[in-house]
């Protein structure tokens, strides 16, 4: 009896040490699973040193508050660089290499919707991941008018969805069907107004739509990386067509910014859920020299909107 016991005791420390080595093997697998799986947005800061809780919280807001602060070379509108200020620099900011943008952006679902606009930045987002041969074929995909595109890097593991949705309802049905799936993009950047100003005119629905965006995101499953792509600056001489030199003016313009900033969707302005990626901004600092019709500018432009995001998601 009594080897029995000891038999069977044995056979229960044999149990449980198996049981024990396959929790740990499990356990260690899943962390490995976890690492391949998340994408490095790093909370630390950019020198690698110890910040407290509130002295990283201090940061990132102030931080935040300056990423828009890009200059351009006068001498040169193909250069541009954040504001040389001690505030500004403090942040270190920096333009990312192709290989920084792509551990950044490494096993990463990013979504961009919008219009013209939303694509222009897609395209300089694609540049700054993949090799010259590899954009030749991007180009012909990704401009089809009117059309969603798709491109996965795997190399890096990185998606990009970009979706047609010229229209802030189109924006809106978009956050609504994420929600219904409860399948969320790591990062979001949308953008809208070009159309609505063109083709329905009434800046107060627009910031009525607006509101109801806003109202689809605040509490919702998204991460924190959700983007606005502002409109660029519109030269109204330069405009193609009689009809958006008069449906474009600068009068109108201003309205429909006017209600970008009343209806709090965004984070500079009424603590929203979007940070503004200031198109305008870069757009009238390079100036008419990077445009040709007024509204579309120049690869730069949407470069320096790329550089800017990845600098925030660094922060």
């Given at each position: 009896m009594v080897g029995g016991a000891l038999g069977?005791?044995?056979?229960?420390?044999?149990?449980?040490?198996?049981?024990?080595?396959?929790?740990?093997?499990?356990?260690?697998?899943?962390?490995?699973?976890?690492?391949?799986t998340t994408p490095y947005f790093?909370?630390?800061?950019?020198?690698?040193?110890?910040?407290?809780?509130?002295?990283?919280?201090?940061?990132?807001?102030?931080?935040?508050?300056?990423?828009?602060?890009?200059?351009?070379?006068?001498?040169?509108?193909?250069?541009?660089?954040w504001a040389r200020s001690p505030r500004v620099a403090a942040c270190q900011f920096r333009r990312f290499s192709h290989a920084n943008a792509s551990d950044l952006l490494s096993r990463s679902w990013v979504v961009v919707?919008?219009?013209?606009?939303?694509?222009?930045?897609?395209?300089?987002?694609?540049?700054?991941?993949?090799?010259?041969?590899?954009?030749?074929?991007?180009?012909?995909?990704?401009?089809?008018?009117?059309?969603?595109?798709?491109?996965?890097?795997?190399e890096i593991g990185l998606k990009l969805d970009f979706v047609w949705a010229p229209y802030e309802t189109n924006l809106t049905g978009l956050v609504m069907e994420f929600k219904r799936k409860l399948n969320f993009p790591v990062v979001l950047v949308m953008g809208s107004g070009l159309w609505h100003m063109l083709h329905l005119s009434k800046s107060s629905d627009y910031g009525v739509w607006l509101r109801l965006l806003r109202n689809e995101l605040v509490g919702s499953g998204f991460s924190d990386h959700l983007f606005w792509l502002g409109m660029p600056r519109l030269i109204n001489s330069m405009l193609s067509t009689e009809e958006k030199r008069a449906k474009m003016s600068d009068a109108?313009?201003?309205?429909?910014?006017?209600?970008?900033?009343?209806?709090?969707?965004?984070?500079?302005?009424?603590?929203?859920?979007?940070?503004?990626?200031?198109?305008?901004?870069?757009?009238?600092?390079?100036?008419?020299?990077?445009?040709v019709d007024g509204m579309h500018y120049d690869g730069v432009v949407y470069e320096a909107v790329v550089h800017v995001m990845l600098n925030a998601l660094h922060i």
């Open positions: 069977w005791q044995v056979h229960q420390r044999r149990n449980r040490a198996v049981f024990l080595s396959g929790a740990v093997f499990f356990t260690t697998i899943s962390i490995l699973r976890l690492h391949r790093p909370s630390s800061p950019p020198n690698g040193g110890v910040s407290s809780p509130s002295a990283s919280s201090n940061r990132l807001s102030s931080c935040v508050s300056f990423l828009n602060d890009i200059a351009w070379d006068p001498h040169n509108s193909n250069s541009f660089y919707a919008g219009d013209s606009q939303a694509r222009l930045f897609v395209l300089a987002l694609l540049g700054l991941v993949l090799d010259s041969e590899e954009m030749e074929a991007v180009r012909g995909d990704l401009f089809k008018r009117h059309s969603d595109y798709l491109h996965v890097v795997g109108v313009v201003a309205a429909y910014d006017r209600e970008i900033y009343q209806s709090k969707l965004l984070r500079q302005s009424g603590g929203g859920p979007l940070l503004l990626l200031d198109v305008e901004s870069f757009s009238r600092k390079c100036g008419v020299s990077c445009t």
